[in-house]
């Protein structure tokens, strides 16, 4: 049974930077992929950066430049290093597992339950 658990949300000011963790418990599955989704009230999930067995990565465009995917295939772990935020990254984010680069969303088969992300101006 896989089991997602997020962590390392909370509150920053504009400009800052905080690190999501994600525990893929059981997930076995070596070739694609573990993902961040973040989704704000109103919208539906999007995509916000993706990374397959082998380490190929994808971003949305919102984001290239200043989240970083990366993981630990021992153990399991996929991080997302968020850098120089903006109010506009404020969102609930989900780890999600065994789907395909940036989504949709429905694409994927495995979800955490989210940890919310809440930069100031």
């Known amino acids: 049974q896989v089991h997602l658990v997020e962590s390392g949300g909370g509150s920053v000011q504009a400009g800052g930077s905080l690190r999501l963790s994600c525990t893929a418990s059981?997930?076995?599955?070596?070739?694609?992929?573990l993902a961040w989704f973040r989704r704000v009230p109103g919208k539906e999930r999007e995509g916000v950066a993706a990374?397959?067995?082998?380490?190929?990565?994808s971003y949305a465009d919102s984001v290239k430049g200043r989240f970083t995917i990366s993981q630990d295939n021992g153990k399991k772990i996929v991080t997302l290093q968020m850098n120089s935020l903006t109010p506009e990254d404020t969102a609930m984010y989900y780890c999600?597992?065994?789907?395909?680069?940036?989504?949709?969303?429905?694409?994927?088969?495995?979800w955490g339950q989210g940890t919310q992300v809440n930069v100031s101006s």
């Open positions: 999600a597992a065994d789907g395909y680069g940036l989504g949709p969303f429905y694409e994927y088969k495995y």
């Open positions: 059981g997930y076995t599955n070596s070739a694609c992929c």
């Open positions: 990374i397959s067995g082998d380490g190929r990565t």
